[in-house]
Structures are given as structure tokens and as C-alpha cells.
């Protein structure tokens, strides 16, 4: 029997400006370490490309199985942003001053994967301060202000309203701000939202992944995927981060 291999495209990304619809060229998407073993694993083939990237899958028509490396479970393929030009966030919004880290994904609001073609992976339709988070390891020391009367700090699931650790604020140093160590070692790699127990405290995005803050990106990229690869559209589907000139 003879072996025919096809390509087709899975998903690709890409960087625009949300006014003239260019790609941001300066924009830089690649596999994390996790990711370039899942792509291994179902047989996918990564192409950088100009603002973004492109994802294909392998095709054997005549096999029985034709699809090489079947996905048959919700799986994660995270890709680190970079930027090639420092002053990019003086020329594109959102203009914040501390450097943030920037998550996105496929995920709507209630985690459920999204596969429209030209789907936003930002919170909104344009990158905004809602997308920054802080990249941590599963171990890392938090600062508190100890002057709002918190006791302790609050993990909770970045989708639901349920909490997954708490971590006791030693008071005992008087006012002033204290070192507060968090550890999610037992817990998955990921975004979570973090803050205090004291009223009108200000919730602050994290995301947890050992290996990332080692790299030190300017942010994740999560693309989610539950169906074989052959079950999604013919075509591919393209994801979009939409940047708005400042």
C-alpha cells in the first residue's frame, strides 16, 4: 500500500493592528518546551511566519487511520510571546507602565474552547489591561501592604468563583508591606486570580508555569484544542490578537 502524506492546516495565529489590519512583524510566537512535545506527539508541523505562525496536520487518505497523531482529548499548545522591538508598547496600546505579561487564548469567559475563524484571543475585541497577568513560578513571594487589615491571601480559579489556596498574612511586623510566599506546586500550570481577604481588595491576574518564567516572555499564547484534527474546518481556523496604535 502505497504512503501519501498531505498537509493541512490546523490553526494559525497572527498579530494585527486592529485600524489597518497590518501584521505587527515585530510580534514573535513560539513553542514552549510542553509545546513542541504535544506537536511531536499528534504529528503537527509549527512554520513561524511573519507576525504570527501557522499549525498543520499530516494526512495519510489511504490509511485506515488517515489522521497521523490523533488528538482525542482537550489538549494545550502554548506558545511564548516575544517582541523584537522594545519600544512596541510606546506605539500600541495598552499603556501600561510596569510591564506586565499578557495571556491569551481560545477560551471564552465560561472556559469553553472557541473555533471561529478570525476568533479574538484577547479578553475583548482589542488587546486591553484586562489581557496583562504577572508570570510566576509554582513557588514565588507575593507584597502586601499590611496597612488595609488583610490576613491572608486568596488564590482562586481563573474561571469559576472558587478558591484554591489560601496563604496567612504574618501581621505581626507592624505596617508596611510583607513578603507573603505562595506555593502551587500542587496545582496545574496556568492562569489563577490573586487577592486579599480585606475589603474592596484588587483582584490581580497570575499565571503559573515553571518553566515560562524561566524564559521570561512577554506573554503566553494558549490555543486549546478537543476534537481530532480532522473535524475541524476544512480550511483551518485563524486566531487573532488585534493591537490598537496609541
Known amino acids: 500500500m502505497s504512503y501519501i502524506r498531505q498537509y493541512h492546516n490546523l490553526f494559525k ?10 501584521v505587527l512583524a515585530p510580534v514573535k510566537l513560539t513553542p514552549t518546551a510542553q509545546c513542541r512535545n504535544q506537536l511531536a506527539n499528534h504529528r503537527l508541523v509549527y512554520r513561524e511566519r511573519e507576525g504570527g505562525f501557522d499549525v498543520y496536520y499530516q494526512l495519510n487518505p489511504g490509511a485506515a487511520e488517515p489522521v497521523l497523531g490523533k488528538i482525542e482529548k482537550k489538549t494545550q499548545f502554548g506558545f511564548m510571546m516575544t517582541l523584537s522591538d522594545r519600544g ?8 501600561l507602565t510596569d510591564e506586565p505579561h499578557f495571556c491569551f487564548d481560545n477560551l471564552d469567559k465560561n472556559a469553553v474552547i472557541q473555533y471561529k475563524d478570525g476568533a479574538c484571543l484577547s479578553v475583548g475585541p482589542l488587546v486591553t489591561a484586562s489581557d496583562a497577568t504577572k508570570i510566576h513560578g509554582s513557588v514565588f513571594h507575593e507584597p502586601v501592604d499590611l496597612s488595609n487589615g488583610s490576613s491572608k491571601l486568596i488564590v482562586k480559579d481563573r474561571f ?3 478558591i484554591v489556596a489560601e496563604f496567612k498574612i504574618d501581621s505581626g511586623t507592624g505596617p ?4 507573603v510566599r505562595v506555593d502551587l506546586s500542587d496545582h496545574g500550570r496556568g492562569g489563577y486570580i490573586l487577592a486579599t481577604d480585606s475589603a474592596g481588595a484588587v483582584e490581580k491576574s497570575i499565571y503559573i508555569d515553571d518553566n515560562l518564567v524561566q524564559a521570561n516572555p512577554q506573554g503566553i499564547v494558549n490555543i486549546f484544542i478537543d ?4 473535524e475541524m474546518p476544512e480550511s483551518g481556523v485563524e486566531f487573532v490578537i488585534n493591537f490598537k496604535p496609541r
Not at 508596611?176 to 513578603?179: Q, S, T
Not at 476534537?227 to 480532522?230: G, N, V, Y
Open 13 to 22: 495565529v497572527v498579530a494585527r493592528n486592529i485600524n489597518t489590519k497590518d
Open 88 to 95: 512596541f508598547f510606546k506605539q500600541y496600546e495598552p499603556g
Open 160 to 162: 469559576k468563583d472558587e
Open 176 to 179: 508596611g508591606l510583607v513578603l
Open 227 to 230: 476534537k481530532a484534527q480532522d
